[in-house]
């Protein structure tokens, strides 16, 4: 049983900069897909990127391309997203989340259609960009 903790969520102002981690417990096998979601006040759960951990190929929305980068460790115990260029619109909960899958194209799916159902979740941590 994975089991997720998210950190790294705060408060900043547009412009800035935050690093979300996400630390994985109990096995982590090479063909998981990691990935962060995010869901804002009254709207559903968005896609925003994710690696899979076989070749570590990523995925971004294309909202955040070109200021986000998702990354994971040597070990694949945690995942990371630096978030730089942060704007008003990216205030939102982000959730980490694992899925067992046994190609990457599943993490391109999974981030266009995310299923809060299916595999691990974290419980969240918030960030805030104000203007």
């Known amino acids: 049983q994975v089991q997720l903790v998210e950190?790294?969520?705060?408060?900043?102002?547009?412009g800035g900069s935050l690093r979300l981690s996400c630390a994985a417990s109990g096995y982590i096998s090479t063909t998981y897909c990691m990935g962060w979601f995010r869901q804002a006040p009254g709207k559903e759960r968005e896609g925003v990127a994710s690696i899979y951990t076989s070749g570590s190929s990523t995925y971004y929305t294309d909202s955040v391309k070109g200021r986000f980068t998702i990354s994971q460790d040597n070990d694949k115990s945690t995942v990371y997203l630096q978030m730089n260029s942060l704007k008003p619109e990216d205030t939102a909960m982000y959730y980490c989340a694992a899925h067992l899958v046994n190609s990457g194209r599943y993490c391109a799916i999974l981030l266009n259609r995310p299923r809060p159902d299916l595999g691990a979740w974290g419980q969240g941590t918030q960030v805030t960009v104000s203007s």
Do not use: D, F, R
């Open 7 to 14: 950190s790294g969520g705060g408060s900043v102002q547009a």
